[in-house]
T-cell receptor, first 111, second 114 residues
Framework: GQNIDQPTEMTATEGAIVQINCTYQ??????LFWYQQHAGEAPTFLSY????GLEEKGRFSSFLSRSKGYSYLLLKELQMKDSASYLC????????????FGTGTLLAVQP | DSGVTQTPKHLITATGQRVTLRCSPR?????VYWYQQSLDQGLQFLIQ???????AKGNILERFSAQQFPDLHSELNLSSLELGDSALYFC?????????????FGPGTRLTVL
C-alpha cells in the first residue's frame, strides 16, 4: 500500500527555524519531492531528493533517509510569507512520473 | 507563474451535468498530469498522458475521462457529476514522462457541484 504521513499543522515564529517531517511506506520509491502550496493556489516546487542526505537551497533544505522511509524539510529564517501548506510527495517506481502526495502540513508563522 | 495554464478558473454546475476542464502544458513539456484536491484529502493523482498517450492511471472514476491532443493540450471530462466531485482540479506538466522531472502545476480549476 501507499502511506505518507506528515503532521497536520505546525506553528513557528518569524525568524526561527522549523522542521517538517514526512514518513512514507510505499510499494515503490524513486525520489521524494517537497512542494509549497498557499491556500487556493497551485503547489510550487521546493526540492527533490533521490539519494540519502541533505540538499540545501537557500533558506530551504531537505533531507532523505531511504532506509528509514523518512524525509524532512527545514525552513530557516522564517518569514510571514512562509505560512502555507507543505506537501511531501513520493515518486512511484516504474516508467511513470506519478507522484503520491501526503495530506500536507499547514505551517503558521507568527510575528 | 509556472507556465501551465488551466481554464476555466471557476466552474459552478449542477448534479448530473458534464463539464470539461482544459490544460495547456509549459512550452516543450510532453507530459500532462491531472490531480484532484478536495478539502478532506490531499492531492490525488488521477491520470497522466505522455505525448498523446495514456501513461499512468490513478484512482480515476469511470465517470471521468481525459485525453491529450496533438498540440499537447489536455482535457479532463467529468460526467454525471455528484456533490462529492466538488474540488480543486490541478493539471501539471513535465518535460518527459518517465524521468524524475519536476512537475509544474497550473493554477487549478475550482469545481463546485450544487
Amino acid at each position: 500500500g501507499q502511506n505518507i504521513d506528515q503532521p497536520t499543522e505546525m506553528t513557528a515564529t518569524e525568524g526561527a527555524i522549523v522542521q517538517i517531517n514526512c514518513t512514507y511506506q510505499t510499494s515503490g520509491f524513486n525520489g521524494l519531492f517537497w512542494y509549497q502550496q498557499h491556500a487556493g493556489e497551485a503547489p510550487t516546487f521546493l526540492s527533490y531528493n533521490v539519494l540519502d542526505g541533505l540538499e540545501e537551497k537557500g533558506r530551504f533544505s531537505s533531507f532523505l533517509s531511504r532506509s528509514k522511509g523518512y524525509s524532512y524539510l527545514l525552513l530557516k529564517e522564517l518569514q510571514m510569507k512562509d505560512s502555507a501548506s507543505y506537501l511531501c510527495a513520493v515518486r512511484d517506481r516504474g516508467a511513470t512520473n506519478k507522484l503520491i502526495f501526503g495530506t500536507g502540513t499547514l505551517l503558521a508563522v507568527q510575528p | 507563474d509556472s507556465g501551465v495554464t488551466q481554464t476555466p478558473k471557476h466552474l459552478i454546475t449542477a448534479t448530473g451535468q458534464r463539464v470539461t476542464l482544459r490544460c495547456s502544458p509549459r512550452s516543450g513539456d510532453l507530459s500532462v498530469y491531472w490531480y484532484q484536491q478536495s478539502l478532506d484529502q490531499g492531492l490525488q493523482f488521477l491520470i497522466q498522458y505522455y505525448n498523446g498517450e495514456e501513461r499512468a492511471k490513478g484512482n480515476i472514476l469511470e465517470r471521468f475521462s481525459a485525453q491529450q491532443f496533438p498540440d499537447l493540450h489536455s482535457e479532463l471530462n467529468l460526467s454525471s457529476l455528484e456533490l462529492g466531485d466538488s474540488a480543486l482540479y490541478f493539471c501539471a506538466s513535465s518535460r518527459s514522462g518517465g524521468a524524475p522531472d519536476t512537475q509544474y502545476f497550473g493554477p487549478g480549476t475550482r469545481l463546485t457541484v450544487l
